[in-house]
């Protein structure tokens, strides 16, 4: 997994500065490196809450060559995208796709986000191997910078997350629901004309949903009390 620096700027508001703060804590990423800041007072810490210790360590750059040093490679944000292959200065990925490329990525990545009024210089831009870009409504396009960062940050974080995956069913225990089903219809009497199209139904609306192993049994289980509160006996294989 790679280690990430989160760059700033020339940010304008402290609140927003101690705000990125607290969204590092919350995804887990602790380097922050800051050109030209504002002043990061009472606001910038309150906002922060319990991540005041990513300020406290935050590194003063005096330029976007000190910051990005160290950096395999650099991530720009940009508000703006182009379309056209020929204009491929502000081609740009989302924050998902972004995760997704850089998850097994070896060596140091640097998220660059720029002055909450005009964002990063084409300058900027084009020391920059990639862009990211947040989709959003062209009435209000742009994003607050914490927000535009929270949303970058999650992607990544989820994305190298471990995912717990709850058992499946198994074929036979998939196929042994079915057949309570259709002892179901059979026990209600359902028409039989019917009676086909609809077990098909069941089966596809399952297999869409996916169900673990529990939810396979407890579905069971009820089928199975209903086909003995209309028969009188629990099914059995059919």
């Known amino acids: 997994m790679p280690a990430y620096r989160v760059i700033l700027v020339s940010p304008m508001h402290e609140g927003n500065v101690g705000a990125v703060a607290r969204a590092m804590a919350n ?16 606001e910038a810490y309150k906002r922060a809450k319990h991540a005041g210790y990513i300020l406290d360590s935050a590194v003063i750059a005096s330029c976007f060559e000190e910051a990005i040093s160290n950096c395999s490679l650099v991530v720009g944000t ?16 989302t924050p998902k796709s972004l995760a997704q490329k850089v998850k097994d990525y070896e060596g140091r990545v640097a998220l660059v986000f720029g002055p909450e009024d005009l964002g990063l ?20 396009p742009t994003l607050n910078l914490s927000h535009a960062l929270s949303i970058i940050l999650y992607e990544i974080f989820y994305t190298g997350a471990p995912t717990p995956h709850p058992r499946p069913a198994n074929i036979d225990e ?4 079915f057949d309570f089903f259709h002892q179901l219809l059979e ?20 297999g869409r949903a996916v169900p673990t192993k529990w ?24």
Do not use: W
């Not at 940009?78 to 990925?93: A, N």
């Not at 831009?125 to 209000?140: F, G, Q, T």
């Not at 998939?174 to 629901?177: I, S, T, Y």
């Open 174 to 177: 998939k196929e042994m629901l």
């Open 78 to 93: 940009s508000g703006k995208v182009t379309e056209g292959e020929k204009h491929f200065i502000r081609i740009s990925e």
């Open 121 to 140: 210089t084409q300058e900027q831009l084009e020391k920059c191997d990639m862009l990211v870009h947040i989709p959003s409504c062209d009435e209000y």
């Open 187 to 206: 026990a209600v009497e359902y028409p039989e004309f019917r009676r086909e199209k609809t077990e098909i139904m069941f089966r596809r609306m399952m």
């Open 215 to 238: 939810e396979f049994y407890t579905i069971m289980g009820v089928f199975s009390d209903a086909v003995k509160a209309a028969t009188g006996k629990k099914p059995g294989k059919s």
């Open 27 to 42: 995804f887990g990423f602790q380097e922050l490196f800051i050109i030209d800041p504002c002043i990061l007072g009472d």
